[in-house]
C-alpha cells in the first residue's frame, strides 16, 4: 500500500506525521553542485554562498571564524558573502544551519580557475604527450578538480548543474583538461597555496553558445544575437551552435562561486571570421564578468595553433589568420592575455598532443599580470609598431624580455636560438600592394625587413597565414613571436546578385571558405538580414535602416535573406569567395 493511501486509511495521526514528514524534506536547504566538501574557496576575494530553502527559513553559513545569516526570499533562494579569506592549506569545515544541517568538510581557500572551451581545451591528460609519465605524476592534495560533466544545453539560464570535487590524484587528473591541469600545476609550484580547476567544455563548439545574454547585450554590434537570445522560451529547442545554449547549461550554474579567473582555448570552430570574433570575446570576457560578478575576472585565451599544409604565399592570410589577428586585437580588454603557439602546432593534427607549454604559457600570463611576478616576460614578442626607413620597415615589439633572436621549438625541449640563423616568414609591400618575401634582420630590440623587390615599402605581414610553420621569431625566454600584420588593406570587393523573393526560393547555406559581406540599404524602410542555417531556417542578425551599412564575416556559398519589419522575404544574397557587395535595391 503507498505511503499516502495509508494516510488515508490512517486516521489523523499517521496522516500529521506523513505529511509533516513532507513538509521537513521540502524545508531543507540545499546548495549548488559546485559548493561541496573538497573545493576550494578563493583567497582575497568576497566569497558568496548561496542555495536554496524554504521561503523565509532562516540560515547561517559559518566558515574559518565567520558566520553569516540571512533569511530565504518568497523564492526560496538566499545567499550570504564571507568576507575575504586568506590562503589556507590546511582542511576544514564549512556548515550551513537551516531546518537542516550541511557540513562541507576538506574545504581549502587559494586560487580558482575555470578552464573552458571547446576540444583542445577539453583534451584529457591522458591523451596528451607523455601521457602515462604524466598522469602518474598528477599526485597534488593541493589542488582540487571541479569536472562539469556532459555536454547539455538549455534556452534558460539553469540553476542547478552537476558536478563534484575531487583531489587531484592519478585517477582523477586523468580525464580532466591537459591545458588546465598544466596551467594550475604551475600556478601551485609558483605561488605555493593551494588551487582550484573548475572545467566546463565541449568539442567543436563555436564561442556564441558560451556567451551569456549579458555579454552579448555589452556590444551593440552584436545586438541580432542578443535579439535572439531574448526570444528563448523555456520550450525552445537549443543545440550545441545556439547562442548562449551551452553558458546557461554549463556555466550559469557556477555562477556567482568566486574565481580569480578563466583560460579559454576556442577558436577552431569560428576559423573563418575576423572583426566578428573579436566582438564575440568583448561579449564573453564582458558577459562572465558580470555573471561571476567580478569585473577584475582575469582572462587569459590560447591562441590557434598552427595546423594544415604550409603555405608559401607570401600575402598569407588564408584559414586561420584572421582569427588569430581577432585574438590579438581583444588584448584590448583590459586584465586578458592570449599564449601563441604558433610553434607547437601540427599539419596533420587539430589537437597538437604538446599541452603541456600550452598550461605553462598561459601560467606565464597570469604569474605575470595577475600575480605581479613582474620579472617575468608574460609573452614572446607581440607587434607594437612600424616605421618606414627608405627601402626598409624598423618594427619594434611589446615583450622583448631578454632579448630577440632566430630560435627553433622541438617538442618539449626548451627553445633553442639559432646560431648565425636568419629570420623567416615575413613579407613585405609597397604602394601596389603586391607582396614578396622579405629579408629580415635582428638590430637592438627591433627588426628591419626589406626586399630588393620592394624599393618603397609601405606594410610587413609575418607569419599571417594558416600554418607558418617557418616562423622564427622569439625572445630570448623561449616564447614566440605572435602572427600580425602592419597593414589593414582589405581585399578587392565584388558586387553580388541580388536574387528578388519572387524568382526562387533561397538555397540553404554550405560551408566554404571565410570571406565577408558587406550590406547597404537602398530601401526606404527599415529591414532584416538573416543567414540560412545549413540544415536550413532562418538566423536573425540584426535590421538595417535605410541607408545604413553592415559588415558581416560569412562563408563563401552562404545564403542571406532580406525581410521588411514583418519578416516578409524580400530577397537574398549567395556569397562567393570574395568580398561581397551586397546592395538592396530599391
Known amino acids: 500500500m503507498k505511503l499516502f493511501e495509508l494516510a488515508r486509511f490512517a486516521g489523523p495521526v499517521i496522516f500529521f506525521v506523513v505529511f509533516g514528514f513532507a513538509s521537513s524534506l521540502s524545508a531543507a536547504v540545499t546548495l549548488p553542485r559546485v559548493l561541496g566538501s573538497g573545493m576550494v ?7 558568496p554562498v548561496w542555495g536554496w530553502a524554504e521561503a523565509g527559513e532562516k540560515v547561517t553559513v559559518s566558515f574559518a571564524g565567520q558566520s553569516k545569516t540571512v533569511k530565504a526570499g518568497d523564492d526560496g533562494k538566499w545567499m550570504v558573502q564571507l568576507a575575504p579569506l586568506q590562503a589556507s592549506a590546511e582542511a576544514a569545515s564549512l556548515t550551513i544551519q537551516g531546518n537542516n544541517r550541511i557540513t562541507l568538510d576538506n574545504v581549502l581557500v587559494g586560487e580558482v580557475w575555470i578552464c573552458s572551451g571547446q576540444s583542445n581545451m577539453e ?64 600556478l601551485l609550484e609558483d605561488l605555493g597555496v593551494p588551487v582550484g580547476l573548475i572545467g566546463s567544455n565541449w568539442g567543436g563548439t563555436r564561442i556564441e553558445p558560451w556567451v551569456p545574454l549579458e555579454g552579448f547585450e555589452s556590444v551593440p554590434e552584436l545586438s541580432g544575437l542578443a535579439h535572439e537570445v531574448m526570444q528563448y522560451q523555456s520550450s525552445t529547442r537549443v543545440g550545441g551552435s545556439s547562442p548562449s545554449a551551452i553558458y546557461n547549461s554549463m556555466v550559469h550554474p557556477l555562477t556567482p562561486f568566486a574565481m580569480r579567473g578563466g583560460i579559454w582555448y576556442q577558436g577552431e570552430s569560428n576559423g573563418n571570421e575576423g572583426t566578428s570574433y573579436y566582438h564575440k570575446k ?40 584572421k582569427i588569430r589577428a581577432a585574438q590579438t586585437r581583444a588584448l584590448d580588454i583590459p586584465g586578458t592575455g592570449m599564449a601563441v603557439i604558433t610553434d607547437i602546432g601540427a599539419a ?23 600575480y605581479g ?69 635582428i638590430d637592438g630590440d627591433t627588426v628591419v625587413v626589406r626586399s630588393k623587390n620592394v624599393s618603397k615599402p609601405l606594410a610587413v605581414r609575418y607569419a599571417y597565414t594558416m600554418n607558418p610553420a617557418q616562423a ?84 563563401s556559398n552562404a545564403t542571406w535573406v532580406i525581410t521588411d519589419e514583418k519578416d516578409k522575404t524580400l530577397g537574398y544574397f549567395r556569397t562567393t569567395q570574395k568580398r561581397g557587395n551586397a546592395v538592396i535595391p530599391k
Open 41 to 47: 574557496l578563493q583567497r582575497g576575494l568576497p566569497v
Open 123 to 186: 583534451w584529457r591528460l591522458i591523451q596528451g604527450m607523455n601521457a602515462r609519465e604524466e598522469v602518474a605524476a598528477a599526485d597534488h592534495p593541493l589542488i582540487r578538480l571541479f569536472n562539469v560533466p556532459g555536454h547539455t544545453t538549455s534556452p534558460l539560464p539553469r540553476e542547478k548543474g552537476a558536478g563534484s570535487w575531487q583531489v587531484c590524484a592519478p585517477k582523477s587528473a586523468s580525464g580532466f583538461s591537459a591545458v588546465g591541469y598544466f596551467f594550475g600545476r604551475r
Open 282 to 321: 568583448h561579449a564573453l570576457v564582458k558577459g562572465w564578468r558580470k555573471v561571476f560578478q567580478n569585473p577584475d575576472l582575469a582572462f587569459y585565451w590560447v591562441q590557434l595553433a598552427n595546423y594544415q599544409r604550409e603555405s608559401r604565399e607570401p600575402a598569407g592570410g588564408e584559414g586561420w589568420a
Open 348 to 370: 596533420n593534427d587539430i589537437h597538437p598532443r604538446n599541452k603541456q607549454d600550452v598550461g605553462w604559457r598561459l601560467a606565464q600570463w597570469a604569474l605575470n599580470q595577475t
Open 373 to 441: 611576478r613582474n620579472k617575468l616576460v608574460p609573452s614572446g614578442p607581440l607587434y607594437k609598431s612600424q616605421e618606414v626607413e627608405g627601402d626598409s620597415v624598423r618594427l619594434s615589439f611589446r615583450h622583448v624580455g631578454k632579448g630577440l633572436m632566430a630560435g627553433r621549438k622541438s617538442g618539449l625541449e626548451p627553445t633553442r636560438e639559432i646560431e648565425e640563423g636568419k629570420l623567416e616568414h615575413f613579407a613585405i609591400a609597397g604602394a601596389d600592394r603586391k607582396w614578396f618575401w622579405a629579408e629580415a634582420a
Open 472 to 555: 622564427n621569431l622569439y625572445n630570448r625566454d623561449g616564447l614566440p613571436a605572435g602572427p600580425f600584420r602592419t597593414d589593414s588593406w582589405a581585399p578587392p570587393l565584388e558586387d553580388l546578385r541580388w536574387t528578388a523573393a519572387a524568382d526562387k526560393s533561397p538555397p540553404i547555406s554550405v560551408t566554404g571558405s571565410g570571406t565577408e559581406i558587406i550590406f547597404l540599404n537602398k530601401k526606404d524602410i527599415k529591414v532584416k538580414v538573416f543567414w540560412v542555417e545549413y540544415g536550413g531556417g532562418l538566423r536573425f542578425y540584426g535590421e538595417l535602416k535605410p541607408g545604413a551599412i553592415r559588415k558581416q564575416n560569412t562563408y
